[in-house]
C-alpha cells in the first residue's frame, strides 16, 4: 500500500549535476528518517545521504560538499541534489524512507525501485 516513487535519474558529464525526487504515497500516519542509497557495479548498497524528520541531515564522506538532502514534509518527498558529478557516481540510486502506516500504527522501513544515474566522462 504504502509506494516510494523515483524520479530525475539520467545521464550526465562529468561535472554536471542532476537532482533526485522520491515521493512517499499511500495510507500513511508518518515518516521518519528518509535517505538515499546507491548500488553501483559489483558493489554493495551504501548509503549516499540521509535526512531526519527534524531536518537533521547525514552524509557518506565520497559525496560531502557536493551533494545536499532536502526534504518536504507536507509532500512526504525527500530530494537529493547532487552537484560535481564524477563518473564514480554511477550507479543505480536508491530511496529509502521509515514510515508508519496507518494501517498498522508500526514503523517499517520501505525502498523504491531505483533510478539509474550515469556520469559519463
Known amino acids: 500500500q504504502v509506494q516510494l516513487v523515483e524520479s530525475g535519474g539520467g545521464l550526465v558529464q562529468a561535472g554536471g549535476s542532476l537532482r533526485l525526487s522520491c515521493a512517499a504515497s499511500g495510507s500513511i500516519f508518518s515518516v521518519n528518517r528518509m535517505g538515499w542509497y546507491r548500488q553501483g557495479p559489483g558493489n554493495q548498497r551504501d548509503m549516499v545521504a540521509s535526512?531526519?524528520?527534524?531536518?537533521?541531515?547525514n552524509y557518506a564522506d565520497s559525496v560531502k560538499g557536493r551533494f545536499t538532502i532536502s526534504r518536504d514534509n507536507a509532500k512526504n518527498t525527500v530530494y537529493l541534489q547532487m552537484n560535481s558529478l564524477k563518473p564514480e557516481d554511477t550507479a543505480v540510486y536508491y530511496c529509502?524512507?521509515?514510515?508508519?502506516?496507518?494501517?498498522?500504527?508500526?514503523?517499517?522501513?520501505?525502498w523504491g525501485q531505483g533510478t539509474q544515474v550515469t556520469v559519463s566522462s
Open positions: 529509502k524512507a521509515l514510515i508508519a502506516g496507518r494501517a498498522t500504527m508500526a514503523w517499517n522501513d520501505y
Open positions: 535526512i531526519a524528520s527534524s531536518g537533521d541531515t
